[in-house]
């Protein structure tokens, strides 16, 4: 495995969000994928659309010899209309993906670390995410500390606390 690098986001590549946005969409037939234009439907655009013009943005990314190969960012949503793991105004929502060939070996459990920390370090007291049931990603997520707070159709609303005091409940 080459040496992966995990830095902040840039402007630069803010454009490629929206690859990643869709290789987030979990595929439950691969044989017959989401259309892409999923990423264009209100309540998936709102994880990318003017991403870094909000305050509450955040983001990484993991390059592998200068190639962006995975990108991992929060930002607060609501309004209408909300995103998938939508908790209130104060709950950073979380996004991650990988290029399938760099997925399993460990880049995004490096990136979700670094983004935990720095959403802690902005104090912010929890973060939320939106995963579903089928997705192995998941596994990932409760070893990272997220828990289950709600199952919907397909998927599960997820948090997890950064912050001590709010450890007590969610």
């Known amino acids: 495995m080459p040496m992966v690098t995990i830095r902040e986001i840039d402007v630069e590549d803010y454009p490629l969000l929206e690859e990643f946005l869709y290789l987030a969409v979990y595929q439950r037939d691969p044989e017959q994928p989401i259309p ?21 943005d955040r ?28 908790v209130d105004e104060m709950t950073p929502e979380l996004a991650i993906s990988l290029l399938p060939e ?11 670390c670094r983004l935990i920390e720095i959403l802690a370090q902005s104090a912010y007291a929890r973060t939320s995410l939106s995963v579903d049931r089928a997705n ?35």
């Open 36 to 56: 892409r234009s999923v990423v264009n439907e209100p309540r998936v655009r709102i994880y990318i659309e003017d991403f870094g013009s909000r305050p509450h």
């Open 59 to 86: 983001g990484l990314v993991a390059e592998v010899d200068g190639k962006v190969v995975g990108a991992a960012w929060a930002r607060v949503l609501g309004g209408d209309p909300p995103g998938y793991g939508y």
């Open 102 to 112: 760099y997925r399993s070996k460990g880049i995004g459990t490096r990136l979700m």
């Open 136 to 170: 192995c990603a998941a596994r990932m997520y409760v070893k990272l500390g997220f828990v289950v707070v709600a199952e919907r159709d397909e998927d599960q609303l997820m948090i997890r606390n950064l912050s001590p005091v709010d450890q007590q409940g969610i």
